[in-house]
């Protein structure tokens, strides 16, 4: 009889996820309350969650995002808007993304993301499967390459820009979607602060 041990030192804890939320509205408005609950109820064990009153501290939101950033000491920090919200799993279906790639061929991925379930106003629901989520980063990345301090309007596309930027230095992609999961709710009404506009047909 012939024994093999393939046992190994495992580092069983997952990494550390910050979530980040700007807001202008005090805790108590309906959207926060929905919004803090959705992560309260992630599958993803090892989960912080920071919100930025923006009403008091009058920053733009790439400040604010920023702040945070150098407030956490989680390993992966994703972004969310107060408006908004996240289904149960997705904070774990981009760590499964991220963790995959990682220990696969794409070792220069900073960057990954989920596509977005727009929520209308009407509490109807539609997949938009050209929009992505702010997604989630490798906190290493956001403090040498940070959100640009003058945006409170689309900050996401400016920094989605930088990072196809990046990959054309690196040679390989750096940002990732997954192809299937619409995790993401984002409420469409017309008074977003981070200016993103919606049209569903």
Do not use: W
Not at 30 to 53: F, G, R, W
Not at 146 to 169: I, K, M, S, T, Y
């Amino acid at each position: 009889m012939i024994t093999h041990d393939f046992t190994h030192p495992v580092d069983t804890t997952p990494p550390k996820v910050c979530v980040v939320v700007v807001h202008h509205r005090p805790l108590d408005h309906p959207y926060m309350v929905d919004a803090i609950e959705s992560l309260t109820v992630q599958s993803y064990p090892n989960l912080e969650c920071i919100t930025v009153d923006n009403q008091a501290n009058k920053l733009t939101i790439g400040q604010a995002r920023n702040q945070a950033v150098q407030h956490t000491d989680a390993q992966l920090v994703a972004f969310m808007g107060e408006e908004d919200m996240m289904t149960l799993d997705t904070v774990q279906a981009m760590v499964d993304l991220y963790t995959h790639a990682r220990n696969s061929d794409l070792k220069a991925l900073v960057h990954v993301t989920t596509h977005v379930m727009a929520m209308l106003e009407s509490g109807q629901q539609a997949i938009m499967p050209n929009m992505q989520a702010p997604g989630m980063y490798e906190r290493a990345y956001l403090l040498t390459n940070p959100f640009d301090h003058a945006l409170d309007e689309r900050v996401d596309g400016a920094q989605l820009r930088c990072l196809h930027n990046l990959a054309q230095v690196k040679g390989q992609p750096v940002t990732f979607a997954t192809t299937h999961h619409y995790g993401y709710m984002l409420r469409v009404h017309p008074f977003r602060r981070d200016g993103i506009r919606v049209n569903v047909q």
